[in-house]
């Protein structure tokens, strides 16, 4: 953790220097045509002479989470949380055990908790992730997050965040970029981490929500999260999302699935120079290859949409010289 934490401000304050050239801006990238336009996008929109100059409070840049910072397969990180809670959970609930979809989470049978699709999800959230404060929530998400580990790497769940793309955000914000988190997950699960991993704060992080209402509760006002989705932060709502929290168009857009598609659209939609980047999992021995049939971060129709329109498209295995932070140690 402290290690992404110190390569991330080594590498803003070598940006600051503005004299190095492209490979040691961005050292984890090679030198591909996709490194190539995303320099040069940023050339072109933050020089005073430029016909493309953005004024810095216009430099939005908006990044989904899974698959676009740190790895999601081979489920979702926040889904193993989920799961987790529900087996510590259970003693209380002994009803659990006859009832899906938790039967089949306490029987890792996670097909079966697959089956029942977004409806069965939805329920194992509100279950697990609602009837507390929100400083009851924060405290829960900290400890996992501390302390749970990736069932193939071993490692931490926030160290397995790209280097490539904490590189950029960096290299970004150094070019008086605004960088924003705008991802399917939980918006109170995600702004528990993303400051000390991404250097993004929390009111920077759009995601999906829980309704939640005033109380007083031995004598202190709390924030009590309710079994009741709020906002889903997905698909054709992340521009919504972007919108209503943001409140500004993005300049600048990644993303690495179908549930993105709708974000880089909007992005594409505005007036003046505009960037929309795709991550392909394309490396199977460094981290996984999947996109078009894929059950996680499916990229089909995104993938045919950024041919056809230019936009760029990050392989992983041609564009990346590593992954994950750990791998700066070998």
Request: glycine residues 6%; hydrophobic residues 40%; charged residues 25%.
């Amino acid at each position: 953790m402290k290690r992404i934490i110190l390569t991330s401000l080594l590498v803003s304050f070598v940006f600051s220097l503005q004299s190095f050239p492209s490979e040691e801006l961005l050292p984890s990238w090679n030198n591909t045509q996709a490194e190539k336009a995303i320099m040069a996008f940023v050339a072109r929109v933050t020089k005073q002479d430029s016909p493309n100059f953005v004024k810095p409070s216009e430099r939005i840049a908006v990044f989904d989470n899974d698959g676009t910072l740190w790895s999601e397969q081979p489920l979702y990180f926040q889904l193993a949380f989920t799961l987790e809670r529900v087996k510590e959970l259970a003693p209380q609930h002994p009803e659990w055990k006859e009832n899906q979809p938790f039967k089949g989470v306490l029987e890792n049978n996670l097909e079966a908790v697959l089956a029942g699709g977004e409806k069965s999800l939805i329920e194992l959230v509100m279950a697990t992730h609602a009837g507390m404060t929100t400083g009851e929530f924060e405290k829960t998400v900290e400890a996992w997050i501390t302390t749970a580990k990736h069932p193939k790497t071993g490692r931490l769940y926030t160290e397995m965040v790209y280097q490539p793309m904490l590189e950029l955000m960096a290299y970004l914000r150094a070019n008086g970029f605004k960088t924003y988190i705008v991802s399917g997950g939980g918006i109170e699960f995600m702004r528990v981490f993303t400051e000390r991993v991404y250097d993004v704060p929390p009111e920077q992080v759009v995601g999906s929500t829980i309704k939640t209402e005033f109380d007083v509760q031995n004598g202190q006002p709390v924030l009590r999260r309710l079994p009741k989705i709020d906002f889903i932060d997905d698909k054709a709502e992340k521009p919504v999302g972007i919108h209503k929290f943001i409140g500004r168009r993005p300049i600048a857009a990644f993303g690495n699935s179908d549930g993105d598609l709708q974000m880089l659209q909007w992005t594409d939609a505005g007036d003046g120079p505009r960037l929309m980047v795709y991550i392909h999992h394309t490396d199977e021995e460094r981290e996984w290859a999947y996109d078009r049939t894929s059950h996680i971060g499916r990229l089909d129709k995104g993938l045919d949409e950024a041919k056809e329109k230019g936009w760029i498209v990050v392989d992983m295995k041609k564009d990346w010289k590593i992954i994950y932070p750990f791998e700066l140690k070998k």
